[in-house]
T-cell receptor, first 110, second 116 residues
């Protein structure tokens, strides 16, 4: 079964705009990660946030985590056409395993 | 450093045939994972190895799927016999998993399987 549920399922924005996608999960976690998947390619790790952290930044990415609401958000600022991809949240709860959501498909229009 | 290697990249077979996928993880990564990703969904874990031992294979359909990692490095995933619903991308990933309470996984490009 899939733990995380991303919202929205699809998002289309203009280049330069910000993109926000959300992830909700059901059970306790010790970390949450975001991955990107370009069309026809494998997944690439973007950022990891631990359960005792509330916010984390990496370049144009900003991730927040609210464990009381069991939710996370990924913000991509100043989007580029190259950001077009599917974005997945993955929750980790031990045993070095991750459970992935269904993903948000982001389209950035030049 | 070299990434996770997988082969073949594409495979088309008829139902009831068998197929095998190969994965070579990043050097030094003790943990290896096989995932199944059906079109439009996120990856689903099939099996997790720590060195050459199985940590979790609870979601592996053991009547038709098998996997091994004999020397704690390369791994193969086999399907025999294949069903139409096995059409998916099979992803291999690896990670460092010692002295860490959280980690990232490194994914290979995947093998796209089509069962006709």
């Amino acid at each position: 079964s899939q733990q995380g549920e991303e919202d929205p399922q699809a998002l289309s924005i203009q280049e330069g705009e910000n993109a926000t996608m959300n992830c909700s999960y059901k059970t306790s976690i010790n970390n949450l990660q975001w991955y990107r998947q370009n069309s026809g390619r494998g997944l690439v790790h973007l950022i990891l946030i631990r359960s005792n952290e509330r916010e984390k930044h990496s370049g144009r990415l900003r991730v927040t985590l609210d464990t009381s609401k069991k939710s996370s958000s990924l913000l991509i600022t100043a989007s580029r056409a190259a950001d077009t991809a599917s974005y997945f949240c993955a929750t980790g709860a031990g045993s070095y395993q991750l459970t992935f959501g269904k993903g948000t498909k982001l389209s950035v229009i030049p | 450093e070299a990434g996770v290697a997988q082969s073949p990249r594409y495979k088309i077979i008829e139902k009831r045939q068998s197929v095998a996928f190969w994965c070579n993880p990043i050097s030094g990564h003790a943990t290896l994972y096989w995932y199944q990703q059906i079109l439009g969904q996120g990856p689903k874990l099939l099996i997790q190895f720590q060195n050459n031992g199985v940590v979790d294979d609870s979601q592996l359909p053991k009547d038709r799927f098998s996997a091994e990692r004999l020397k704690g490095v390369d791994s193969t995933l086999k399907i025999q016999p294949a069903k139409l619903e096995d059409s998916a991308v099979y992803l291999c990933a690896s990670s460092l998993s010692f002295n860490k309470d959280a980690y990232e996984q490194y994914f290979g490009p995947g093998t796209r399987l089509t069962v006709t």
